[in-house]
């Protein structure tokens, strides 16, 4: 272990520069994804001032990426012109020393600025903490990664063109399998928390990357080591999918009672069904059919994601087409504005959510068989419930700011154009998958204004949203729109946003929790509908500025 | 007992056999030459020793061990100096030092104080910032200090200047033999330097080892033969003895013989005067460089004639 000790000290030694460096960008790239920069004033320069936020966590993995390559190049495993082959040096220290180097000076230097930053965000500790370990533990896993690519590397560049070559392979892989040759996996049996999905994944990874850095320096055979990678990254991922056992319960902050399977229900508005035809470049053209769906049952504060459909559509010819899909996307698909107005205290409708849900989707050639067809859909959706939990509330004035629980809401510009208001808000939170594994679901946030003065609310709708998520928090600018006014009691339309209602108004940030409930699953089935003949076409009329109409045809 | 034996050691790349069924010992205690031109096979061996590589067939062993199953306690009584091996280039001489010394239970600080100051290293300076000779008297003195019974040498004096060779062979002369048997194997092409250092010689061409012997039973067999006598060329058998390793006939009065089998003169003159008949020898002592030189060029005559088949 001393010798370990020796050969780390070597290393700090060598690449202590860069490790300052390397502190140094996290310290920068935090500082500026903090910074209030109003976009509007940027002038000329905004766009490319954005891009360049962009692409600063990009410096940050860069950084990683050659404080992995550089250590472990400075013992190389690789060829048989190394010193340290003809030294009494065994790979097994050699390999203590670098992983504890990835630890001490990459992961380590990661986590602390992840707590200094949660700190100034108010968070408390424990959150703080674990908004830390969470960081330092994706950072450990990713140098690790790269580290694994090292090994078997002569060379700084051809790390760089390897990992390219191994994005590029993942991405044509995946894209083989899973759009061309259209695999689906099973679903796993088993509902394991988020938490515990992050830890297995996390053991499982650093399991394989450390066996394969092991396997090098102990063998020095690349070839093998490589097949050995790559067949235990296949395992281990099958591992993590249907991992079985619950290992970390989720620590809620708000004991919610779950909605019972019972008191929930789905049924169609009417035998009405879209069908939409989508092609891609690359992909078969296909059909997804919707349907618009009315959820009923459930508390107001409450949301619910998709999580899968199964549906059956039955022709009257006995065909029967079989789809299963998983709606991609991390906003709910039953959420409700209602929600929020009644964690604010006050009494929502009592209509239930209607909303429009794909169902089923299927190739155009299938499509083109059941046209004109009478056919009736059976399907099964399984949901996720959530809730909405009020983040904070602030005065609808520039600069106006709150920072609390871990959370920053500012706001950076308020904009009256073409008869709405746009509100820029910059949104900051943790986000800590070992305490708080919600996050993982709804990143980002939802907002509502409200006029208590004038008993008016004032629902939001998205513009645009620039943001970049990093180990343990998400940064966001949304730019939402606010056009008109409603009354807080009867929910009629009263009137608009404007300078003076505003100076009124409390900006209302609320996040979605993930409620503790087992997944409720509904069956529904349509009315018989038929499978459409026509082509519909969209009329979109823009009325220009100087009074003549353009029509667009879709 | 042999510091280094080797059974039927091959090393193939594809199909171009680097070492080819090389059989050999090097008695401990010995300085061995491994002689051989550009891709012979040398460093190739050396490598196969160290496990740096590993054979395609056949054994080796080294201190003992089998070189598959060399382990640190190995690698403490083992020293390897080779001018393509990767070091820390950043670290200046004392901080190289600093850094190996931990490695080795049996290192002499006051060994290596002593070689600082004979090899005359700047010892605040980065090895990346040494000339190629510097360089090399850095490696050996992160070597020497811990008393390696076993030294391997790969072309430690190509490019050195004669004083810098001076000061690499004196500061290695410094340790070997000193408190016990220490082996040493040179693999050079400059062969007039380990001539005067080598007890054992080994030849290798194309992977071949031509031969492998003690320095004196090698310079007591080689002799180079003037033969005088009346038409003595027009004489020669077509087919000659296995101990007539090369001819030459600069007249036809006169012929250049090298006889490897010239151990016992007596014999050997009158083998050579039973097939020529009335003749003069001559005899005339071989330096390593030449007998090197004769086993070259009929590796090459031999390489040629493959071709040609």
Known sequence: MNEAFHIFGKDIRRLWPIIVLSMTIHIIGYCIALSNIDPTSLGVFNSELQGLFQMAPLARWLIVFLLSVWVIHEDRAIGDRAAWLTRPISGGQILIAKVAFIVAAVSVPAGLASVSVALWLKAPLLLALAAGTQTLIVTFETALGFAVIAVVCSSTNQAGLILAGVFASIVLFTYCLFDIGRLKLPLSPFAVSGATYFLVACVLSTAVQAAALGHQYATLRTIRTIIMAAALISVANVGIRYWPINLWPYARRAALAPTLAEQLHAEPISSLANFVERHSTFSPAEVTISIPLRLGGASPDRVFWVNSVTSGLTMDDGRTVSTVTQPQGRQPQFDNEQGMLSVLGFRP???????????????????????????????????????????????????????????????????????????????????????????????????????????????????????????????????????????????????????????????????IESVDSPTLNLSITSDPFVVPTKQLTQQVIIINPDGTKTTLER | MNAIECEHLTRAYGRALAVNDVTFAVPAGSIFALLGPNGAGKTTTLKLLLNLLRPTSGLASVLGCETTRLTKAHFRRIGYVAEDQIYPEWMTVSQLLDYYRPFYPSWDDALARRLTVMFDLPEDRPLKKLSRGMRMKAILLTILPFHPELLLLDEPFGGLDPQVRDDFIRGMLETVGSDRPNTVIISSHDIAEVEQLADWVGILLGGKLILAEPMISLQARFRRLEIVGASVASRLPDRLPPAWLKVERPASTVVQLIHNAFTNSVAAEAEVRAILGEIKIKPYPMTLREIFLVHSDLGRIEKKGQRHE
């Open chain 1, 349 to 511: 409708s009592s209509a239930p959510i209607t909303r429009d849900v794909d169902v089923a989707t299927v190739r155009v050639s299938e499509f083109e068989r059941i046209r004109g067809q009478k056919g009736r859909l059976t399907t099964q959706l399984q949901l996720i419930e959530g809730h909405y939990s009020l983040i904070s509330r602030l005065p609808t004035r520039l600069g106006a700011e709150a920072k609390v629980d871990g959370h920053l809401c500012s706001i950076q510009a308020v904009l009256f154009s073409n008869g709405h208001c746009e509100l820029h808000i910059q949104f900051v939170q943790l986000t800590s998958l070992i305490v708080d594994p919600n996050q993982l679901r709804a990143p980002f946030p939802s907002y509502v204004l409200i006029n208590e003065a004038r008993k008016e609310f004032s629902s939001s709708q998205l513009m645009g949203r620039s943001g970049n998520g990093r180990p343990g928090m998400t940064f966001a600018t949304d730019r939402m729109a606010f056009a008109s006014t409603y009354n807080l009691d009867t929910f009629a339309l009263a009137g608009k946003v404007d300078a003076e209602w505003l100076s009124h108004a409390e900006l209302c940030v609320f996040r």
